[in-house]
């Protein structure tokens, strides 16, 4: 079993990068050319990104079986753990729904097909999942931003969004690299907290999705998944055996930061000052940090899920397709509001003011988030039927 267990995790951490390479050696290199050509790489890529979810979701048995049994996959640079192994499920699900969305439009060249670079960042992200350095960890998720700016920003306009992203990306693994290096354990949980928080774009260096670039939906589920990618992996550290106050402010710091970030989305959902879709993806991130700060890697999971599956297709919210958009939004809104519940759980299990205090942070959301999506979708015309006038009258 240990060797099916290796053989498994070595394919399901390989495929991505060997199938990125297929589709960037054959594929074209933008979506303007043939429509033909375009579509069969296209399914090419939705093909390949299927093998690699089935590859992942194989990984999670054995990992449950081997730390079940004590034997366990360390292989000394790799800990093969089983929450490490649901969240690389959880990042190569947001890599199918990406791949099976209708693209959109494409204007500019890449330097290689677009279709191949969500396979390479979600394979340096599944092996930041998977490394036991943290500061591999870090390098790892500074690696993916940096190389969806460097091949796919390449046009006029987008070069500010991408120093910007790069920056932040850049920083915060500064950071993380220079707190865990920090002989100080009370200085070395500060500093990699707030590394972190750079690098997962929480409060107060909030990244707006909206102020992105709304032309490719890809620029955004690449941005997304390298954040949930950080929140997952800081969900895995603090479940590690770290110094006691190294964890301490870690967790505190998460916490903290995810309450804000909660917060302000809720209030900005409030007054209507973003689009809502935005800012719900960015509640969902502040509330996948608190359960992060609880140690609860699970529920963070939970929290992530729905804005990783439903973005690519809530793009086409302009699109009269109602049945596609009633299905996203209750991808996008149920997982969160299970992730709120299990973290109200939980945090009233071990504080009841911190949890009145996440009640409070989260209240002013909950009836626009509530009223938001259904409104949206359009009703079935029913044949035949008089339309109803504005006093009610047939």
């Not at 990984?59 to 079986?65: Q, R």
């Not at 190294?246 to 967790?251: D, E, P, V, Y």
Request: contains cysteine.
């Amino acid at each position: 079993m240990l060797i099916a267990a290796d053989i498994i995790l070595f394919l399901s951490l390989v495929w991505p990068f060997l199938a990125g390479a297929i589709i960037a050696a054959f594929g074209p290199e933008s979506r303007t050319g043939d429509e033909e050509t375009q579509n069969r790489f296209s399914q090419l890529a939705a093909n390949f990104s299927l093998v690699a979810v089935v590859l992942a979701a194989l990984n999670v048995p054995l990992s449950l079986y081997l730390a079940v049994t004590g034997q366990g996959v360390e292989l000394g640079w790799m800990i093969e753990a089983p929450l490490a192994t649901i969240g690389c499920l959880l990042l190569h699900i947001s890599l199918v729904s990406q791949c099976f969305a209708p693209p959109l439009p494409e204007e500019e060249r890449a330097l290689v097909a677009r279709d191949a670079v969500p396979f390479w960042t979600t394979g340096l992200l599944a092996l930041a999942m998977m490394l036991s350095e943290p500061v591999a960890r870090a390098a790892m998720l500074l690696s993916a931003p940096v190389l969806s700016v460097i091949l796919l920003n390449t046009g006029a306009g987008r070069a500010l969004a991408g120093w910007n992203t790069l920056r932040r990306a850049a920083t915060g693994a500064l950071l993380v690299c220079s707190g865990f290096l920090h002989p100080d354990p009370i200085i070395e949980g500060m500093l990699a907290g707030c590394g972190f928080c750079l690098l997962a774009s929480l409060f107060p260096c909030t990244l707006s999705l909206s102020a992105t670039r709304t032309d490719r939906a890809g620029d955004v589920s690449e941005i997304l998944r390298a954040n949930a990618a950080t929140l997952a992996v800081v969900a895995l550290l603090v479940t590690f055996p770290l110094p006691p106050v190294t964890a301490l402010g870690l967790r505190g710091l998460f916490f903290a930061s995810g309450l804000a970030t909660l917060a302000l989305a809720a209030v900005r959902l409030r007054l209507r000052s973003a689009p809502a879709t935005s800012l719900l993806t960015q509640a969902s991130m502040g509330l996948a940090a608190v359960s992060a700060g609880l140690a609860h890697p699970l529920v963070a999971d939970l929290a992530v899920f729905g804005p990783l599956v439903a973005t690519p297709w809530l793009s086409l919210s302009g699109k009269p397709n109602s049945r596609v958009t009633l299905l996203a939004d209750q991808a996008f809104l149920l997982p969160g509001f299970a992730a709120l519940l299990l973290a109200v759980m939980l945090v009233a299990g071990t504080s009841l003011p911190l949890a009145l205090l996440l009640i409070a942070a989260v209240w002013p959301a909950l009836r626009p988030g509530v009223r938001l999506f259904p409104s949206r979708v359009a009703l079935p015309k029913v044949s035949g039927a008089k339309p109803v006038n504005r006093e009610g009258r047939s």
